[in-house]
C-alpha cells in the first residue's frame, strides 16, 4: 500500500516538473519548441531579461502592433523575447493565413505550437502573461492587457 502510495506522489511531482514558476531557471524555457514564422528554430537566451508571452489572438495582435512601431531589434536590445502560443489554431489556418500575415513583422515572434506549453505556463484569459528574468531565473510572473504595461515592462 505505501508503495502504491509514494508511486502516486512521484507522479505528481513528475507530471508538474515542468511548471514555470517563481525560481524556475530559465533554461526550462528551452524545454519548448519555438520556431519563427519563417520556420527558424529558436531558444531563449540567457541574456533574457523578459519574456512577453501572448495565448489568444488578441492579446497577440496587441503585442505585435506595438512592436511594430518600434525599431526590428527593440526586442534583442532590450534582452526581451516574445512567445505566441498557436497550438490551438488549425494547421491550415496556420499555414495559408497565420504565417503569411506573421512573417510581415520585423520583429521577432517565437511561436509555440505544442500542446504541453500552454499547459506549463501561468496565463489568464484576456491577458499577456509577462514573466520576468533576474540571475538567470524567474523573478516575477505578472499579467498586462494595455500597450502602456507593455511599454514599462518592455523599457
Known sequence: MNKILIIIAMSFVFLGAN???VGTPIYKFNGYKYETPQGRNMRVS???KVVVI???QETGALVNKYLDTQDPYYLL???VVFIADIHKM???VTKMFALPKLQEFKHPIYLSYGEKFPQDMPHKK???TIVEIQNAKIKNISYISTQK???EVIE
Open 54 to 56: 501572448a495565448f489568444e
Open 19 to 21: 511548471t514555470i514558476e
Open 149 to 151: 504595461e507593455l511599454i
Open 90 to 92: 488549425p494547421a491550415m
Open 126 to 128: 484576456g491577458q499577456i
Open 46 to 48: 540567457k541574456r533574457t
Open 77 to 79: 536590445e532590450n534582452n
